[in-house]
RNA sequence: GGGCUCGUAGUGAAGAGGCCUAUCACGCCUCCCUGUCACGGAGGAGAUCGCCGGUUCAAAUCCGGUCGGGCCCGCCA
């Protein structure tokens, strides 16, 4: 029977059975050290028999072997425990000469992400950049945990669509037997609609943008927490679900992952419960005394405001994380509410963590009339036949509602302290790259 | 879409008119090595310096073009 690596110690004096890759082969004379990979790790494995050693030459790293062997109890092994009197055998003999050397850390160089990406399937081999990925999961599963404790129903929404989008981002055309279709740049509309149904959704999925962007922060196979819920008494109790939120995830992840965030060199955790708020005007204001650059006029943050912010709340309240809200009608889409007290700004407000926008949070106009009028304002027809189901909604009924765009390889990006969303994704998609 | 940058063995880097018949590290191959864990030591193979053209007695190096990256801005998560 198959031992796992970190089960290896708990048979220290008796014969295990282990099967992995050949990740580090170490020939020192009458004594190799090799290290098998498996799921959860390494296992040192001590080789003396000239026998054995030489079923490893001419094998190359990657190689699939199963060890038979002692389990020996050995301070001076990485664990604490080895395996003796090793027996190889080659399960899949690997004899080509990988590109990249997986046992280093790979270069995360902007210049060099090119390589990191174009070897990827080995590079995932990589314990550090395994590690990555492994924070992903546990971010998304805290994210999951907290939004089913909350009463959130996850839901799947189409990403083939008729044409109609809610405006904003460019989209893929695809051709859909012959009909042209476009791939959803986000699933608005599906979400609210859900709302009607259930209250209080979710959606963890891709969205689509055909942005010619090129920058760090950019990819145009984007994951996307998305989540929408009914019957609020007010826009502060869409912020207050996804500071909570982040919160959890945050706080858990740095607990349950400290030691892989360590290693990662991430930066350390600087958060409370309560997010701090500033109002976009607060912002240009403050920003503005601080460097001199005027950003009054500026209908939105500009990215360098984005970074000043939250270095000044890291220093001054005590926080990665902060809220931006009230941004001005200009700057509004159709389906965002109007603040009602201040008709110049909107009821929407930004999650920034550590220098980056992470999540857009409006509260949605749920009001038929009043949609349809926006809708008309914004130069949008609402007898469009791709609005007719998301505006039937509506007309049925949709109680006050909120919630958010969640990105979610950015959280991970910041999260572990990478420099360019890329890194943070298995494959990533932008404008220049479809493969791997 | 605009601006700025960078392309040198499989990988990461040095070289910035002649010292280049291109240097180093890792990896690979051969040999030595009984406690390595970025093992160590000796030797070897591996690059028409992204591509095309130009300037020059001479180009990896300067200029123009082209192709491919990266960063920033715009837009957005």
Known sequence: MRVLSSQVKDHVGQSVHIEGWLHKKRLLGGLTFINVRDRQGLVQVVIQDKDEVEKLRGLQIGTVLAVDGTVKEEPRAPGGAELHDAKLEVLVPVEAEPPIEIDKPLSHKPDNLDTLFDHRVLGLRNLQEQKVFKIRAGLLRFLRDFLTDHEFVEINTPKILAGATEGGAEVFKVDYFGREAVL????????????????RVFEIAPAYRAELSATSRHVSEVYMLDLEMGFIEGHEDVLDMVQDMTYFALTNIYKEFADELKSLNAPELVLKEKFPRYTVAEVHE?????????????????????RWICDHAKKNEGSDAVFVTHFPVEAMKFYHMVNPDDPTTVMWGDLLFRGLEIATCPQREHHYDKLVEQMKKAGIDPEHPGFKYYLQAFKHGLPAHGGCGFGVDRLVEKTVGLSNVKEAILFPRDINRLTP
């Open 184 to 199: 959803a740049q986000s699933p608005q509309f599906y979400k609210q609609i859900m709302v009607g149904a259930y209250e």
């Open 286 to 306: 403050m920003y503005t005394k601080a460097t001199g650059t005027d950003t009054t006029k500026e209908k939105d943050l500009i990215p360098d405001e984005e």
